[in-house]
Each structure stands twice: as structure tokens, then as C-alpha cells.
């Protein structure tokens, strides 16, 4: 079976450049989650979905930042305008509940410059 | 708010010694998970520990949850090359899933 899959596993763009960022959970996954991990502050969650709905968005650093889940099988996160300090590694992860092991995609390696 | 300390930050010893990493809380959690992390990739579960007092083992490595569940430990023991990595523990809450801080570990043939 496949697995968590994001794309794309690299990102390099420009600062005030809109990136997009691209995440296919486990098929039958209920719950999905953003993460952003750098050295400096670890691993952060971002916002997490359940049954599409975004339940928790407390942790999206700012206005910049926007998720969406239109479907089950599909969410973005979107970063408008990227600056330098959102260089980091992106995950998504998905559950079966918000509240069980979590599946970890292979992550998205953004760098603005 | 709900924060989930590790300890140490960083540990590098040789091949074959025991250690320790601690995950240490003020708040009670549902239960608390202990993944690992390497290089290039996402973390991957290892264990989910649920009950206060709870000791689970898995090969070199046992956990423990504190009776109180607000704490745990992950101890391996004969560390090898291959326990290489960064272990965050993972605390399910009332309404959040905290990571701790995590513990990179690095083992030295």
C-alpha cells in the first residue's frame, strides 16, 4: 500500500513567491495533519483536519499561511508570500482518528531565498 | 498549554552502551507515543504507551509511562549504529497531539 505522499520533496523559490504545497494521505485516513520542522523549533504542528474539516489551525504562523482539504484524499498548504524564516521541512501526516498512530509522508524541503 | 520536554537534547556514546531519554510533562496525557525520526524522512512510530505505569518492550528498547501520566521513558539497551536517529515522544491531550522536543541520538561504531 501506499503511503503518505507529498509533493513535491524539494521547493526551492524566491521571497514574495507563492508555494504550494501538496499532500495525498493513506486511502481511509480520517484525520490529517501539517507539520513544520526546523532545528531551531522542532517539529510544530500546524493544523490538523478530520473528516476534511480543519479542527485546529491554532498552530498557521500567520495570514500567510492557508491549508485546505477538499476531498479525502487530497490537501494543500499554501504559503502566500513565502518568506526567508518559512525555510523548513514540511510533513503531512494522516490517522485513522485524531487520537491514534500517525502516518508520516516523506516531507517537503522548502527554501526561500 | 501542553509542552512535552525530552532530555538530553543530544547524546552520542559508543556502540554497545545502555541509555536513557526522558519525555517529561506538567500535564496529563491520554496516552503518549515514542517515534523515530531518520534522516530525509518522516518520523515512524515505534510504541504507544496508554496506561499509568505501563512498560512495553520492543527488542533492546523498553518504555515506560509514568503513573501519573504526565512523564515517560524510553531506555535501550546495547545501543547499536542502527538506533542512529532522533526519537520524539508524542503526548495526545484533550483536544491537541504535542511533540516533544526530541533526542538526537547518534551511535558510534
Known amino acids: 500500500d501506499a503511503g503518505v505522499i507529498q509533493s513535491p520533496r524539494h521547493e526551492v523559490t524566491e521571497m514574495g513567491q507563492e508555494v504550494t504545497l501538496r499532500c495525498k494521505p493513506i486511502?481511509?485516513?480520517?484525520?490529517l495533519f501539517w507539520y513544520r520542522q526546523t532545528m531551531m523549533r522542532g517539529l510544530e504542528l500546524l493544523i490538523y483536519?478530520?473528516?476534511?474539516?480543519?479542527?485546529?489551525d491554532s498552530g498557521m504562523p500567520e495570514d500567510r499561511f492557508s491549508a485546505k482539504m477538499p476531498n479525502a484524499s487530497f490537501s494543500t498548504l499554501k504559503i502566500q508570500p513565502s518568506e526567508p524564516r518559512d525555510s523548513a521541512v514540511y510533513f503531512c501526516?494522516?490517522?485513522?482518528?485524531?487520537?491514534?498512530?500517525?502516518?508520516f509522508g516523506p516531507g517537503t524541503r522548502l527554501t526561500v531565498t | 498549554t501542553q509542552l512535552l520536554e525530552q532530555s538530553p537534547q543530544f547524546l552520542s556514546i559508543q556502540e554497545g552502551e545502555n541509555l536513557t531519554v526522558y519525555c517529561n510533562s506538567s500535564?496529563?496525557?491520554?496516552?503518549l507515543q515514542w517515534y523515530r525520526q531518520e534522516p530525509g524522512e518522516g518520523p515512524v512510530l515505534l510504541v504507544t504507551?496508554?496506561?499509568?505505569?505501563e512498560v512495553k518492550k520492543l527488542k533492546r528498547l523498553t518504555f515506560q509511562f509514568g503513573d501519573a501520566r504526565k512523564d515517560s521513558s524510553l531506555h535501550i539497551t546495547a545501543a547499536q549504529p542502527g538506533d542512529t536517529g532522533l526519537y520524539l515522544c508524542?503526548?495526545?491531550?484533550?483536544?491537541?497531539?504535542?511533540f516533544g522536543t526530541g533526542t538526537r541520538l547518534k551511535v558510534l561504531a
Open positions: 501526516a494522516s490517522s485513522f482518528s485524531s487520537r491514534m498512530e500517525q502516518y
Open positions: 500535564s496529563v496525557f491520554s496516552s
Open positions: 486511502s481511509g485516513h480520517n484525520s
Open positions: 508524542a503526548g495526545v491531550g484533550t483536544y491537541k497531539y504535542i
Open positions: 504507551v496508554v496506561t499509568g505505569g
Open positions: 483536519f478530520n473528516n476534511n474539516v480543519p479542527i485546529d
